[in-house]
Protein backbone atom coordinates (compact mmCIF):
# COMPACT_ATOMS: atom_id res chain seq x y z
CA UNK A 1 0.00 0.00 0.00
CA UNK A 2 1.58 3.43 -1.13
CA UNK A 3 1.28 5.96 1.49
CA UNK A 4 -2.07 7.41 -0.66
CA UNK A 5 -5.26 6.37 0.90
CA UNK A 6 -8.34 5.82 -1.52
CA UNK A 7 -11.70 4.10 -0.06
CA UNK A 8 -10.04 0.77 -0.20
CA UNK A 9 -7.62 1.59 1.68
CA UNK A 10 -9.47 1.84 5.29
CA UNK A 11 -10.02 -1.05 6.97
CA UNK A 12 -12.56 -1.91 10.26
CA UNK A 13 -10.15 -1.96 12.86
CA UNK A 14 -6.87 -0.49 12.17
CA UNK A 15 -5.80 2.31 14.30
CA UNK A 16 -4.29 5.35 12.44
CA UNK A 17 -1.77 7.46 14.84
CA UNK A 18 -2.30 10.91 13.24
CA UNK A 19 0.56 12.76 15.29
CA UNK A 20 0.81 15.13 18.07
CA UNK A 21 0.73 18.84 18.91
CA UNK A 22 2.13 20.72 21.73
CA UNK A 23 -0.54 23.75 22.65
CA UNK A 24 0.53 27.24 23.99
CA UNK A 25 -1.40 29.55 26.27
CA UNK A 26 -1.05 32.32 23.76
CA UNK A 27 -2.47 30.12 20.77
CA UNK A 28 -5.16 29.20 23.47
CA UNK A 29 -6.05 32.88 24.18
CA UNK A 30 -6.37 33.61 20.46
CA UNK A 31 -8.10 31.05 19.66
CA UNK A 32 -10.70 31.82 22.36
CA UNK A 33 -10.53 35.28 21.39
CA UNK A 34 -12.20 35.02 18.19
CA UNK A 35 -13.99 32.75 18.46
CA UNK A 36 -14.81 31.55 22.11
CA UNK A 37 -14.04 34.19 24.29
CA UNK A 38 -15.66 33.06 28.20
CA UNK A 39 -13.76 34.30 30.39
CA UNK A 40 -12.39 30.46 31.24
CA UNK A 41 -10.60 30.34 27.93
CA UNK A 42 -9.11 33.67 28.36
CA UNK A 43 -7.85 34.17 31.72
CA UNK A 44 -6.60 32.06 34.84
CA UNK A 45 -8.22 33.51 37.68
CA UNK A 46 -11.60 32.88 35.67
CA UNK A 47 -10.91 29.41 34.85
CA UNK A 48 -9.69 28.58 38.53
CA UNK A 49 -13.13 29.57 39.98
CA UNK A 50 -15.04 27.67 37.11
CA UNK A 51 -15.69 23.99 36.58
CA UNK A 52 -12.71 23.56 34.60
CA UNK A 53 -10.59 24.28 37.41
CA UNK A 54 -7.71 26.73 35.14
CA UNK A 55 -7.43 28.30 31.90
CA UNK A 56 -8.58 25.70 29.08
CA UNK A 57 -8.73 25.41 25.50
CA UNK A 58 -12.15 26.18 24.35
CA UNK A 59 -13.51 22.58 23.01
CA UNK A 60 -13.79 24.09 19.74
CA UNK A 61 -10.22 25.01 19.38
CA UNK A 62 -9.10 21.21 20.56
CA UNK A 63 -10.95 19.98 18.06
CA UNK A 64 -9.89 22.57 15.49
CA UNK A 65 -6.35 21.42 16.58
CA UNK A 66 -7.40 17.68 16.15
CA UNK A 67 -8.43 18.58 12.25
CA UNK A 68 -5.00 19.87 11.87
CA UNK A 69 -3.46 16.80 12.77
CA UNK A 70 -6.35 14.86 10.59
CA UNK A 71 -5.41 16.44 7.39
CA UNK A 72 -1.73 16.01 8.24
CA UNK A 73 -1.64 12.80 8.76
CA UNK A 74 -3.99 11.03 7.09
CA UNK A 75 -6.39 13.69 4.64
CA UNK A 76 -3.87 15.52 2.74
CA UNK A 77 -2.38 12.11 1.80
CA UNK A 78 -5.75 10.32 0.39
CA UNK A 79 -8.54 10.85 -1.81
CA UNK A 80 -10.50 13.15 0.70
CA UNK A 81 -13.68 14.92 -0.40
CA UNK A 82 -15.31 16.35 2.48
CA UNK A 83 -17.72 15.03 5.21
CA UNK A 84 -21.36 15.49 5.50
CA UNK A 85 -21.39 15.69 9.93
CA UNK A 86 -19.59 14.47 13.43
CA UNK A 87 -21.33 12.17 16.06
CA UNK A 88 -20.98 12.53 19.72
CA UNK A 89 -18.18 15.05 20.22
CA UNK A 90 -16.96 14.42 23.71
CA UNK A 91 -15.10 16.61 26.08
CA UNK A 92 -13.51 14.70 28.99
CA UNK A 93 -10.88 16.75 30.51
CA UNK A 94 -9.67 20.15 29.99
CA UNK A 95 -7.02 21.08 27.53
CA UNK A 96 -4.42 23.52 29.36
CA UNK A 97 -1.25 25.13 28.33
CA UNK A 98 1.57 23.41 27.58
CA UNK A 99 -0.39 19.73 27.05
CA UNK A 100 0.56 17.71 23.99
CA UNK A 101 -2.29 16.33 22.27
CA UNK A 102 -1.70 13.02 20.55
CA UNK A 103 -4.49 11.93 17.98
CA UNK A 104 -5.69 8.68 16.88
CA UNK A 105 -8.20 7.77 14.00
CA UNK A 106 -9.99 4.27 14.90
CA UNK A 107 -11.85 2.76 11.15
CA UNK A 108 -15.21 1.77 12.79
CA UNK A 109 -16.91 1.16 9.22
CA UNK A 110 -16.86 1.42 5.74
CA UNK A 111 -19.50 1.21 3.21
CA UNK A 112 -19.72 2.00 -0.68
CA UNK A 113 -22.17 4.34 -1.78
CA UNK A 114 -24.59 3.34 -4.32
CA UNK A 115 -26.05 6.42 -4.99
CA UNK A 116 -22.71 7.91 -6.13
CA UNK A 117 -20.44 4.99 -7.41
CA UNK A 118 -17.07 6.91 -7.27
CA UNK A 119 -17.30 7.62 -3.52
CA UNK A 120 -17.53 5.51 -0.07
CA UNK A 121 -18.25 6.53 3.41
CA UNK A 122 -15.88 5.84 6.26
CA UNK A 123 -16.47 6.20 10.33
CA UNK A 124 -13.85 6.88 12.38
CA UNK A 125 -13.72 7.29 16.07
CA UNK A 126 -11.56 10.00 16.79
CA UNK A 127 -9.51 9.85 20.03
CA UNK A 128 -6.83 12.34 21.82
CA UNK A 129 -5.27 12.13 24.60
CA UNK A 130 -2.69 14.00 26.81
CA UNK A 131 0.84 13.66 28.06
CA UNK A 132 -0.39 11.79 30.66
CA UNK A 133 -1.92 9.04 28.53
CA UNK A 134 -6.11 10.68 29.73
CA UNK A 135 -8.02 10.91 26.83
CA UNK A 136 -9.56 14.55 26.44
CA UNK A 137 -11.81 14.30 24.01
CA UNK A 138 -13.37 11.62 21.54
CA UNK A 139 -15.32 12.13 18.05
CA UNK A 140 -16.98 10.11 15.56
CA UNK A 141 -16.41 11.63 12.01
CA UNK A 142 -18.28 10.23 9.05
CA UNK A 143 -15.54 11.24 5.86
CA UNK A 144 -16.25 10.85 1.98
CA UNK A 145 -13.52 9.24 0.14
CA UNK A 146 -13.33 8.74 -3.52
CA UNK A 147 -12.51 5.11 -4.57
CA UNK A 148 -9.66 3.95 -6.64
CA UNK A 149 -12.11 1.48 -8.57
CA UNK A 150 -15.59 2.86 -9.14
CA UNK A 151 -18.30 0.01 -9.18
CA UNK A 152 -19.38 -0.46 -12.99
CA UNK B 1 -36.81 38.61 32.93
CA UNK B 2 -33.28 40.35 32.85
CA UNK B 3 -30.96 40.09 29.98
CA UNK B 4 -28.80 37.62 32.25
CA UNK B 5 -29.88 34.50 31.99
CA UNK B 6 -29.22 31.19 34.55
CA UNK B 7 -30.81 27.66 34.19
CA UNK B 8 -34.19 28.74 35.52
CA UNK B 9 -34.62 31.29 32.27
CA UNK B 10 -34.43 28.65 29.61
CA UNK B 11 -37.40 26.87 28.47
CA UNK B 12 -38.46 24.23 25.91
CA UNK B 13 -39.39 25.49 22.99
CA UNK B 14 -37.68 28.59 22.45
CA UNK B 15 -36.09 30.22 20.00
CA UNK B 16 -33.38 32.42 20.88
CA UNK B 17 -31.74 34.56 17.81
CA UNK B 18 -28.35 34.32 18.29
CA UNK B 19 -27.06 37.08 15.47
CA UNK B 20 -25.90 37.41 12.19
CA UNK B 21 -22.09 37.31 10.70
CA UNK B 22 -20.61 37.62 6.99
CA UNK B 23 -17.70 35.84 5.96
CA UNK B 24 -15.13 37.01 3.72
CA UNK B 25 -12.35 34.95 2.10
CA UNK B 26 -9.85 36.19 3.72
CA UNK B 27 -11.66 34.43 6.86
CA UNK B 28 -12.03 31.29 5.10
CA UNK B 29 -8.34 30.91 3.77
CA UNK B 30 -6.77 32.06 7.19
CA UNK B 31 -9.23 29.07 9.26
CA UNK B 32 -8.17 26.65 6.37
CA UNK B 33 -4.56 27.39 6.81
CA UNK B 34 -4.53 27.25 10.15
CA UNK B 35 -6.56 23.78 10.97
CA UNK B 36 -8.04 22.55 8.24
CA UNK B 37 -5.67 22.64 5.02
CA UNK B 38 -7.49 20.63 2.52
CA UNK B 39 -7.11 22.46 -0.71
CA UNK B 40 -10.83 22.93 -1.43
CA UNK B 41 -10.92 25.37 1.76
CA UNK B 42 -7.88 27.46 0.29
CA UNK B 43 -8.11 27.69 -3.67
CA UNK B 44 -11.30 28.47 -6.09
CA UNK B 45 -9.73 26.23 -8.91
CA UNK B 46 -9.24 23.01 -6.31
CA UNK B 47 -12.68 24.12 -4.88
CA UNK B 48 -14.64 23.97 -8.15
CA UNK B 49 -13.20 20.35 -9.09
CA UNK B 50 -14.76 19.25 -5.60
CA UNK B 51 -18.17 18.03 -4.42
CA UNK B 52 -18.49 21.26 -3.05
CA UNK B 53 -18.79 22.70 -6.04
CA UNK B 54 -16.21 26.22 -5.28
CA UNK B 55 -13.96 27.19 -2.60
CA UNK B 56 -16.00 26.62 0.91
CA UNK B 57 -15.13 27.37 4.84
CA UNK B 58 -14.20 24.45 6.78
CA UNK B 59 -17.15 22.71 7.88
CA UNK B 60 -14.98 23.37 11.80
CA UNK B 61 -14.99 27.40 10.51
CA UNK B 62 -18.21 27.38 10.15
CA UNK B 63 -18.81 25.53 13.84
CA UNK B 64 -16.17 28.14 15.39
CA UNK B 65 -18.35 31.17 13.89
CA UNK B 66 -21.69 29.40 15.04
CA UNK B 67 -19.69 29.58 18.32
CA UNK B 68 -18.39 32.90 18.43
CA UNK B 69 -22.68 34.02 17.66
CA UNK B 70 -23.68 31.49 21.00
CA UNK B 71 -21.34 33.63 23.22
CA UNK B 72 -22.58 37.21 21.63
CA UNK B 73 -26.42 36.59 21.83
CA UNK B 74 -26.42 34.07 24.90
CA UNK B 75 -23.35 32.75 26.48
CA UNK B 76 -21.76 35.99 27.68
CA UNK B 77 -24.82 37.15 29.75
CA UNK B 78 -25.74 33.91 31.17
CA UNK B 79 -24.39 31.64 33.82
CA UNK B 80 -22.94 29.30 31.47
CA UNK B 81 -20.23 27.09 32.66
CA UNK B 82 -18.87 24.81 29.58
CA UNK B 83 -19.99 21.88 28.07
CA UNK B 84 -19.81 18.18 28.14
CA UNK B 85 -20.16 17.44 24.35
CA UNK B 86 -22.10 18.09 21.21
CA UNK B 87 -24.38 15.48 19.09
CA UNK B 88 -25.29 15.26 15.56
CA UNK B 89 -23.33 17.76 13.69
CA UNK B 90 -24.30 18.15 10.00
CA UNK B 91 -22.86 20.18 7.05
CA UNK B 92 -25.63 21.10 4.58
CA UNK B 93 -24.41 23.30 2.22
CA UNK B 94 -21.05 24.53 1.57
CA UNK B 95 -20.78 28.13 3.02
CA UNK B 96 -18.91 30.41 -0.11
CA UNK B 97 -17.09 33.51 1.11
CA UNK B 98 -19.59 36.78 1.24
CA UNK B 99 -22.19 34.63 2.48
CA UNK B 100 -23.83 35.73 6.17
CA UNK B 101 -25.31 33.24 8.45
CA UNK B 102 -27.46 34.02 10.91
CA UNK B 103 -28.01 31.19 13.96
CA UNK B 104 -30.80 30.50 16.03
CA UNK B 105 -31.01 28.19 19.41
CA UNK B 106 -34.11 26.68 20.28
CA UNK B 107 -34.38 24.92 23.39
CA UNK B 108 -34.54 21.36 23.15
CA UNK B 109 -34.81 20.47 26.58
CA UNK B 110 -33.73 21.34 30.60
CA UNK B 111 -33.05 19.30 33.15
CA UNK B 112 -31.39 20.28 36.67
CA UNK B 113 -28.60 18.19 38.27
CA UNK B 114 -29.03 15.65 41.32
CA UNK B 115 -25.46 15.08 41.06
CA UNK B 116 -24.15 19.05 41.26
CA UNK B 117 -26.99 20.65 42.60
CA UNK B 118 -25.62 23.90 41.67
CA UNK B 119 -26.17 23.35 37.70
CA UNK B 120 -29.07 22.19 35.42
CA UNK B 121 -28.44 21.00 31.34
CA UNK B 122 -29.98 22.72 29.03
CA UNK B 123 -29.66 21.17 25.27
CA UNK B 124 -30.13 23.42 22.59
CA UNK B 125 -30.74 22.99 18.52
CA UNK B 126 -28.62 25.38 16.98
CA UNK B 127 -29.38 25.86 13.23
CA UNK B 128 -27.06 28.15 10.92
CA UNK B 129 -28.90 29.85 8.06
CA UNK B 130 -27.41 31.67 5.22
CA UNK B 131 -28.64 34.97 3.41
CA UNK B 132 -30.93 32.92 1.25
CA UNK B 133 -32.86 31.36 4.13
CA UNK B 134 -30.98 27.51 3.49
CA UNK B 135 -29.50 25.86 6.51
CA UNK B 136 -26.17 25.43 5.97
CA UNK B 137 -25.60 23.56 9.50
CA UNK B 138 -27.25 22.25 11.94
CA UNK B 139 -26.07 20.71 15.64
CA UNK B 140 -27.17 19.51 18.83
CA UNK B 141 -25.10 21.39 22.23
CA UNK B 142 -25.45 20.40 25.92
CA UNK B 143 -24.58 23.28 27.90
CA UNK B 144 -24.35 23.43 31.89
CA UNK B 145 -25.71 26.75 33.71
CA UNK B 146 -25.33 27.60 36.92
CA UNK B 147 -28.87 28.01 39.05
CA UNK B 148 -30.11 31.03 40.45
CA UNK B 149 -31.61 28.80 43.30
CA UNK B 150 -29.24 25.92 44.29
CA UNK B 151 -31.62 22.85 44.80
CA UNK B 152 -32.19 21.88 49.01
Redesign the interface.
Given at each position: MSDFRSFEDFHPGEDIVLGSKTVTRDEIIAFAR?????P?HLDETAGET???GGLAA???HT???L??ML?DGL??HSS????????????MRPVRPGDTLTATARVMSTRALRSRPTLGVVTFLMTLVNQDGHAVMTQENTI?FERREAAA
Open positions: EFDPQFSLLSGWIAMMRCLLCNGSPGVEEVRWL
